[in-house]
C-alpha cells in the first residue's frame, strides 16, 4: 500500500508535483468564470460582484489562517498522506457546492469549507522538505511552481472552454478533476515523514507556529518580505478577471487565454530557472530579480495597458517573479530544523492566509471604488499599490546582498586584524 511505501525522493517528488499540478488546474478553470457566476447569483455588476468575490477570497483565507498551522501540526504527527488526502476530498467538495449554488451563501459555505482544510500547497513544501537536501531545496520548491504554473496553462483554458457552454459548466469540471486528484492521492502518494513529533496546540495555532518559527532571526525577516510580496501577489487572482472584463470588455474564453499565458510563462521560469539559477546566484539575490520584474509589470498594468495585447507584454515581462517564492522558501526552510518543516509550512500558509484575507477585501474595494462611475475611473489602482508593496519586500534582501558584496577590510601594516 502507498503508505507503506518506501519511495526514491523522485518518485515523491513526481507525486506531488502530480497532485500540486490537478489541484491548479481545477482551480484555473474556474477563474475566468467566477465574475460571471458572481453576477448571476447577486445580481450585481462587474465593479459590484468584484466585492463579493473579495468576500469570498477573505471567507476561505480566514478559515484557512486558523486551520493551516493545526493541518502543518498534525502532518508532523501523523503523516503527510492522511492531511493531504483530507485536503482533496475537501477541495472537490468546494467546487461541487459552487456548482450547485443556488445563492450567495452556498459559494461562502463552501469556500469556508475548502479553507479549513486547504493544505495541498503547505502539504507539498513539507514533502519536499522531507526529501530534499539542503542545497536543492530551492530548486525542488521551484518544480512544484511549475506545477503551478502548468496547471495555469491547462486550467483556464479548460474554464474558459466550458463556459461557452454554460455558466456552471466548468465548476462541475473542477470537481470532477478533485475527485480524481483524491482518488490519485489515496492509491499512489507515499507517505515522506520520517521523523515523527508529538502534536503541541500551542504551536498548533496560527499565532504559536508564527511565533515558534520567528524566534529565528532570518525567519522572521523574510516572512515580513514575504507578507507584502504574497499581498501584492494576491491582488491578481482577486482582481484580474474583472481588471479585464471591465477594462477590455473580456470574455471568459479571452480571460481564459491570458492565465494560460501566464501560467506558461511560470512554468518555464520556475521549471527550469529555478532549479539553475537560484544555486548559481544565490537565494537573495534571485528575491531581488523577481522583485524588480515584478515591480515593473505591476507598474505596466496600471499605468500603460491600453488594448488588451498589453497585458500579454506585462505578463511576460513579469515572469521572473516567479523567482521569488522557492528562493524564500529555501531561505526559511534552510533555517529551520527537519522536525519542524511541517510547522514552519503552516506558519508560512498562516502568512499566506492573512494577505489572502487582507488583499483581496483591500484590492476590490479599491477597483470597485474606482469603477463604479461616481470619481475618478481608474481600474489599475490596485495594481498600482501592488507594485509599491513588492518594491518595499526588497529592502530586506537588497540589504543582504549589499552585505554579501563588501570587501573585506585589509590589515594596515603592523596593525593585527
Not at 513544501?125 to 503551478?148: H, M, Q, T, Y
Not at 494560460?260 to 537565494?283: C, H, S, W, Y
Request: hydrophobic content about 55%; glycine content about 10%.
Amino acid at each position: 500500500m502507498a503508505e507503506n511505501a518506501a519511495p526514491s525522493p523522485r518518485t515523491a517528488l513526481t507525486f506531488m508535483f502530480v497532485t500540486v499540478l490537478l489541484s491548479m488546474i481545477g482551480f484555473g478553470i474556474i477563474m475566468p468564470i467566477l465574475p460571471q457566476l458572481l453576477m448571476e447569483v447577486t445580481g450585481e455588476d462587474v465593479s459590484g460582484a468584484a466585492s463579493y468575490g473579495g468576500v469570498l477570497y477573505f471567507v476561505y483565507a480566514l478559515a484557512q489562517f486558523f486551520m493551516s498551522p493545526v493541518m502543518g501540526g498534525l502532518s508532523d504527527r501523523f503523516g503527510r498522506r492522511p492531511v493531504l488526502l483530507t485536503s482533496l476530498a475537501f477541495y472537490a467538495l468546494d467546487f461541487l457546492l459552487m456548482a450547485l449554488a443556488p445563492t450567495y451563501a452556498w459559494l461562502v459555505l463552501a469556500r469556508f469549507l475548502s479553507g479549513a482544510t486547504a493544505a495541498t500547497y503547505s502539504t507539498a513544501n513539507a514533502v519536499i522538505a522531507d526529501i530534499s537536501p539542503p542545497e536543492k531545496r530551492s530548486g525542488n520548491f521551484g518544480l512544484i511552481g511549475a506545477a503551478f504554473g502548468l496547471g495555469f496553462i491547462v486550467g483556464p483554458l479548460v474554464g474558459g472552454l466550458f463556459a461557452t457552454i454554460d455558466v456552471r459548466a466548468p465548476f462541475y469540471a473542477a470537481a470532477a478533476l478533485g475527485a480524481v486528484n483524491f482518488l490519485f492521492g489515496l492509491f499512489f502518494f507515499p507517505e515522506t515523514n520520517k521523523t515523527p513529533r508529538p502534536f503541541s496546540l500551542a504551536r498548533a495555532n496560527p499565532f504559536g507556529s508564527l511565533w515558534s518559527v520567528t524566534r529565528v532571526r532570518i525567519v522572521m525577516v523574510v516572512l515580513g518580505a514575504y507578507f507584502l510580496m504574497q499581498f501584492a501577489h494576491n491582488s491578481l487572482p482577486a482582481v484580474f478577471s474583472y481588471f479585464a472584463v471591465q477594462k477590455y470588455g473580456w470574455s471568459g474564453l479571452d480571460i481564459g487565454f491570458a492565465l494560460a499565458f501566464v501560467g506558461v510563462t511560470a512554468a518555464l521560469v520556475q521549471g527550469g530557472l529555478t532549479r539553475t539559477l537560484i544555486p548559481k546566484i544565490g537565494e537573495p539575490s534571485a528575491v531581488l530579480i523577481g522583485a524588480t520584474s515584478m515591480t515593473i509589470s505591476f507598474m505596466g498594468y496600471a499605468f500603460f495597458a491600453p488594448t488588451g495585447m498589453w497585458i500579454y507584454v506585462w505578463i511576460a515581462v513579469g515572469a521572473l517573479g516567479g523567482l521569488m517564492m522557492p528562493a524564500m522558501q529555501g531561505i526559511m526552510s534552510s533555517a529551520v530544523p527537519a522536525d519542524s518543516q511541517g510547522e514552519l509550512q503552516g506558519a508560512i500558509g498562516s502568512v499566506m492566509s492573512l494577505t489572502m484575507m487582507t488583499s483581496p477585501l483591500v484590492m476590490t474595494r479599491i477597483f470597485t471604488t474606482y469603477t463604479d462611475g461616481e470619481g475618478v475611473v481608474f481600474p489599475g489602482a490596485p495594481l498600482l499599490l501592488g507594485g509599491i508593496c513588492i518594491l518595499l519586500s526588497m529592502i530586506p534582501f537588497a540589504v543582504i546582498v549589499s552585505r554579501s558584496r563588501r570587501p573585506v577590510p585589509q590589515a594596515s601594516p603592523g596593525v593585527s586584524v
